[in-house]
């Protein structure tokens, strides 16, 4: 059986209305067979005032909005492209109850209390998620399954030792795993009951239909470009277009514009992923994670009546690594785990590692009253998205939330976080720096292959070329609007990446997601071309 093309066939079959679009070139695994719903209402009245414009929709987003239409509010939900387009829709949608930051971590930089508490949100976020699967009945392929951690080195073993002894003095259940299904030979492993899985496009489609069927409002393509504030409300402009709202929720995975101190409190990083068939239906029926940095995880999902392994990791800073070498080491290590039979597809996603390892949930530092953001989900974007939701619903709702001091997007910890956001932000300077210093010269375009691109130098200018399919030339400028950084090409998902705050731009220069607003300035070099 050919599974590529079983694959593709299901993708061209998504076709027929709108398929789910995503912020890459490469098609993640959710996207097979799944098509874009059209909002219900898709216009406002310029004088209509919400009581919560959300905007961003993602798994926080769509999830936020919910919440809060579910308590009567008048919610609507923006964002610059559709539903899903961001990481909600290339992430690998493991449900857990522990998290990239441990608990043993947490206890260190925070507290114990802290740790239970930590704990305790995440149990709630695991719960809230059945519970919508359930109440709205999405058809999201929601599974309970277990889930192992396993060590195979002495320093793995002492990791993943302070991990389950953390994980169960904050009251989360974990037992040893001495027969654990690990995929290689191992020294120790844990086993947490009571994770999950689910298709992650399928759950945000099923919450914006509960969403909009309570009244709620979701627009499209609507890049909101700036907000202003006055007393009763805020006004948020997207070209010609305004929307009035009480409050309003950045729901974008870190907030938008001008640099804000969460941008240096968040490093973006990229995680790779496959979705293969294997051979002897080797599946596993769980959740596998090892303990090697970055870790590797896997899992099981099946698409249309077909099972797929699918694989995650070798995560590196966006902008700095080789995305098609991240790919070609992924799919090497899969198969000495797995008798891989074929890769059907391949994609990455991006998510932010906040300084002190927990994410941040609240008012937006700097910002008026009433606008509030949520970001630092490391690689947990499913749970603490969800976290998110609860917390920023209690806050609206209520003013107050019993995890706003855990979170407060304005808290400073003199000691947790310290070491990490000053050698994060020591390799931004070096961006703004080394990169103007190191740019590759070109003496032809023959240099550049079709569907690739390439920072070079032009008449003493630094710019940005892509080179299409059809031999077709883009030129930009390659500083990033953002804040100045210089940005890399990906050519895998075929996107200009910025390594200093993880703005992400098409081959053409438009933004597709990150802080920056606007796109890269286009340049017009006829000479260049003509060579």
Known sequence: MNTSSNFNNIQKAGTATKRMERDGANDSLWQAGVTAESPQRATTSASEIFDTLVVGAGITGLTTALLLQKEGRKCIVADAHSPGYGTTGG????????????????????????????????????????????????????????????????????????????????????????????????????????????????YILGLQKAFEDLGGVVVVNTLIDRIDSNDEYHTAYSGDREIRARSVVYATHIPPGGVNVLHFRNAPYRSYV?????????????????????????????????????????????????????????????????????IATQWSAQYYVPADGLPYIGQLPGASGGIYTATGFNGNGMILGTVSAIVLSELILKGASPYEKLFDPGRVKPVAGFTEFVKENADVVGRFVGDRLGIEEIDSLAEITAGSGKIVEYDGQKVGIYRNESGEVTVIDPVCTHAGCIVQWNDSEKSWDCPCHGARFNCQGEVLTGPARNPLDRVEVAQVVNK
């Open 91 to 202: 992430t690998t949608a493991h449900i857990n109850t522990f998290a990239d930051t441990t608990f043993a971590e947490v206890e260190s930089d925070f507290g114990q209390e802290e740790a239970r508490q930590f704990a305790q949100a995440i149990a709630e976020s695991v719960a809230l998620i059945h519970n919508l699967v359930e109440t709205h009945r999405i058809d999201c392929d929601f599974e309970w399954k277990q889930a192992y951690v396993y060590a195979e080195t002495d320093k793995e073993t002492k990791q993943l030792d302070d991990l389950y002894q953390s994980a169960l003095r904050a009251g989360v259940t974990a037992g040893p795993a001495p027969d654990a299904p690990a995929p290689l030979p191992f020294r120790k492993a844990v086993v947490f009951d009571k994770q999950a899985q689910f298709h992650p496009l399928k």
């Open 274 to 342: 496959i979705a293969a068939t294997l051979k002897e239906d080797a599946y596993p029926d769980v959740l596998i994670y090892d303990m090697q940095d970055p870790y590797h995880y896997f899992r099981t999902h099946m698409i249309d009546g077909q099972k797929y392994l699918v694989a995650g990791g070798h995560d590196h800073k966006t902008g700095h690594g080789d995305p098609v070498q991240a790919f070609a080491d992924l799919i090497d290590y899969t198969k000495k785990c797995y008798p891989v039979d074929e």
